[in-house]
């Protein structure tokens, strides 16, 4: 299963994903630190990052929606597995986004609190992480976004088409 949308056969998606994560995470961090402190600067270099986190997340929300609509199989597990993964995102961003709306308004000036701020964040990037996994998952147990060997590609259906392996042993079947 490869990604539909790549940069010299390499996936978008995964190039991107970093941005809003960071973003994320930085708010979270600056959230606590504005808490902390009150300070303006702590404020303000959050509301900078939670732009930089929603901006990349929509960026990196194109070629993540292509290759779930083009790239994976209808009715597959892998499907089902990136909507979930996909709804997850979706809630960060929303959650970061709520987070914008209440705070920028005070770039020139104090907010009455960091508890929203640090409330909507840590549940977003608590989304993310979930997200995050999902995504790992997709990669690792689906193969999206792989571009396999031809000899991986033949072992690869090959699995498929066997019967599960059962690696328990039963008593009594092991011989030394």
Known sequence: ??????????????????YPVAGYTGT?????????????????????????????????????????????PRKSA??????????????????????????AAHWDGPATGATAGIVLSAVGLGCTLGAGFLGWTLVQDFHIGVRLTTMQERDELAVQKAQPIHLLHHRGTHTA
């Open 1 to 18: 299963m490869y990604s539909r949308v790549t940069l010299a056969g390499h996936p978008v998606h995964p190039m991107l994903i970093a």
């Open 28 to 72: 979270l961090v600056g959230f606590a630190l504005y808490g902390a402190t009150g300070q303006q600067f702590w404020l303000n270099w959050t509301i900078a990052l939670n732009i930089a986190g929603v901006g990349g997340a929509l960026l990196a929300a194109v070629p993540g929606l292509i290759d779930w609509v083009a790239g994976v």
């Open 78 to 103: 892998a499907k089902t597995v990136g909507a979930i993964h996909a709804g997850l995102n979706v809630a960060a961003l929303g959650l970061f986004g709520a987070s914008l709306g209440v705070y």
